[in-house]
């Protein structure tokens, strides 16, 4: 089975501070994305890679930044978070030419 | 840019009643997908079905597409609570290299035991 991990199931940080959200894969998988989920908003995404060191912009890219040094690993870095990041972090994974996604369980960040 | 609406947005039914959640869309698609999340947790597929294709079915879950409406609809048989769950259907569009999901603001459906 596909796995897909998420380096924090709930997180606590302050305006201002850099976080780092990290997902791995272990299916070898080229595709990876970052969604935020926000009550009534549904799923929006953020960033993906297609492949190492390749990343493309999402719909709200703004306030995030990401890192794909390894193939299975894609990092979301809020640069200086602010309270509107708060909210549900979504990674998920797919291999090319199957267009099924597997999520990570999310983490949820809270920034105070 | 959010291309699925679901409908209606919250749905509670009794144990062994049929749900049926509704998506619609705005442009071509490749395929539309739904997806389960229970409370706090991540996504899981439950079905995919192509833009040439109108019915399709696993278990107790039936989907039907119409592109000519551009929509989707879900329907569960036979709920049981376990499927207490919110529901999303996701959209890939057509030449769609990058494997790029768009998806709608889900169904949260209750099953009373």
């Known amino acids: 089975d596909v796995k897909v991990t998420q380096s924090s199931r709930y997180l606590v940080k302050r305006t201002g501070e850099k976080v780092f959200l990290e997902c791995v894969q272990d299916m070898d998988h080229e595709n990876m994305f970052w969604y935020r989920q926000d009550p009534g908003l549904g799923l929006r995404l953020i960033y993906f890679s297609y492949d190492v060191k390749m990343k493309e912009k999402g719909d709200i890219p703004e306030g995030y930044s990401v890192s794909r040094e390894k193939k299975e690993r894609f990092s979301l870095i809020l640069e200086s978070a602010s309270t509107n990041q708060t909210s549900m972090y979504l990674c998920?994974?797919?291999?090319?030419?199957?267009?099924?996604?597997?999520f990570g369980p999310g983490t949820r960040l809270l920034v105070l | 840019s959010q291309q699925g609406e679901e409908d209606p947005q919250a749905l509670s039914i009794q144990e062994g009643e049929n749900a049926t959640m509704n998506c619609s869309y705005k442009t071509s698609i490749n395929n539309l997908q739904w997806y389960r999340q229970n409370s706090g947790r991540g996504l899981v597929h439950l079905i995919l079905?192509?833009?040439?294709?109108r019915e399709k079915h696993s278990g107790r879950l039936r989907v039907t597409l119409d592109t000519s409406k551009k929509s989707s609809s879900l329907l569960i048989t036979a709920s049981r609570a376990a499927d207490t769950a919110s529901y999303f259907c996701?959209?890939?569009?057509?030449?769609?290299?990058?494997?790029?999901?768009?998806f709608g603001t889900g169904t949260l459906l209750a099953v009373q035991p």
């Open positions: 998920a994974s797919i291999t090319g030419g199957v267009q099924t996604q597997y």
């Open positions: 079905i192509r833009s040439n294709e």
């Open positions: 996701a959209t890939v569009a057509p030449r769609g290299a990058t494997n790029k999901l768009i």
